[in-house]
């Protein structure tokens, strides 16, 4: 099964549609949101979104209650502060990664085989394309928010194939 991974749109309703189309191109069943949507219209932006979209919250993510009543109306699933999903017998943890120490927690546990995060607006690994290796490997997809060269360079999400473990970097392009 294919899987995206998308985080930090903070709001980028542009990104969000370039993003969604990537995802739709590539017929991902799933879409996994490592938080930081900001505002409950993001969220809702992810209606034409041909898969179920899945995430947990962000720092930046005050207003849970709309947030959750967004994924709501758009049938999908938001986890609060840490999810877990279970995908072709790969057991997935997401965390938004505010504190380093929960993250690390998270990954010296060993509990998940992968461990989406994001937060830092740098992609992990840095390795456009690959394949996921030791328990737990962690990927963030970086910011999906259009790249500001004082914070990060480049904006994209990811494309995971459970099946074969390969995972890919897609950059939006942004005007």
Request: glycine share 12%.
């Amino acid at each position: 099964m294919k899987i995206g991974i998308i985080s930090d749109t903070h709001d980028d309703v542009d990104n969000i549609g370039k993003a969604i189309e990537i995802f739709n191109e590539r017929k991902v069943a799933i879409v996994i949101h490592a938080g930081d949507y900001v505002f409950p219209g993001a969220v809702k932006e992810f209606k034409t979104l041909t898969g179920k979209l899945v995430g947990v919250l962000g720092n930046n993510d005050g207003e849970r209650t709309g947030l959750l009543a967004a994924f709501l109306e758009i049938g999908g699933q938001l986890l609060g502060e840490l999810g877990e999903l279970e995908i072709d017998r790969m057991k997935i943890g997401i965390y938004h990664g505010t504190s380093e120490d929960i993250k690390q927690n998270l990954i010296s546990s060993k509990k998940y085989d992968l461990l989406v995060c994001g937060h830092t607006h740098k992609r992990e690994p840095k390795e456009r394309t690959g394949k996921i290796g030791e328990k737990t490997f962690v990927l963030n997809p970086g910011s999906a928010h259009k790249a500001a060269k004082s914070w990060f360079d480049e904006s994209g999400v990811m494309i995971l194939d459970t099946q074969t473990g390969e995972y890919e970097y897609v950059s939006i392009m942004t005007k």
